[in-house]
């Protein structure tokens, strides 16, 4: 089955730094990324996703990029701001209907 | 905006008791979902169900897990015999479709065996 491998568990900026969260996958039939943002307590909320025929998706400060050849996407975002601390985890989807996520990475924004 | 709803918010079973967790999913989705978070950890798929049937499932989901669809409406993940290890956070989702489509999660059910 599909593995998704998620880097780094724990990653702290400064407000208005730029925060990098990297994911490999294993399953080379995988061909929708979705990137989840999960607050303390609350369910999982979808912030961006990228399908395999795109290499680049941007919305706002948040994007996306996927190199299908390496088997790697990865989450950028840019002029970071407190609220934007939470739990962010990627995921893709493999067979018809199997999303499997990476193991989540705490972001956390420093004033 | 539409959204899954899940009831109950917090359910607390002896272990070997029964649980059934209900989910209604957005109305015009066709495709449901349950997830499990143990507390601290990632999410983890369990099943897939479209067209009154399992579509995929995961290790997770063995002998002691069945999930229903008993009405139009309501999409219920039951667990016949609870143990320890089955306390955690579990998610519903729906979808409008098949493959490429945005999953919407509901709040949840925490789920506590003791």
């Known amino acids: 089955g599909e593995n998704v491998e998620q880097h780094p568990s724990t990653l702290s900026v400064q407000e208005g730094d730029s925060a990098v969260i990297k994911c490999t996958y294993s399953d080379s039939a995988s061909n929708y990324f979705p990137w989840y943002k999960q607050e303390l307590g609350k369910r999982p909320q979808l912030i961006i996703d990228i399908r395999s025929n795109v290499g680049e998706k941007k919305d706002q400060r948040i994007a996306v990029t996927l190199n299908k050849t390496a088997k790697h996407f990865s989450l950028h975002i840019t002029e970071t701001q407190p609220e934007d601390s939470a739990v962010y985890f990627c995921a893709a989807l493999s067979g018809y209907s199997t999303l499997t996520f990476g193991k989540g990475t705490m972001l956390l924004v420093s004033p | 905006e539409p959204e899954v709803t899940q009831t109950p918010s917090h359910q607390v079973t002896q272990m070997g008791q029964e649980v059934i967790l209900r989910c209604v999913p957005i109305s015009n989705h066709l495709y449901f979902y349950w997830y499990r978070q143990i507390l601290g950890q990632k999410v983890e798929f369990l099943v897939s169900?479209?067209?009154?049937?399992?579509?995929?499932k995961s290790e997770i989901f063995d002998d002691q897990f069945s999930v229903e669809r008993p009405d139009g409406s309501n999409f219920t993940l039951k667990i016949r015999s609870t143990k320890l290890e089955d306390s955690a956070m579990y998610f519903c989702?729906?979808?409008?479709?098949?493959?490429?489509?945005?999953?919407?999660f509901g709040q949840g059910t925490r789920l506590t065996v003791v």
């Open positions: 169900f479209y067209n009154n049937e399992i579509s995929e």
């Open positions: 989702a729906s979808s409008a479709g098949l493959l490429n489509t945005e999953a919407f």
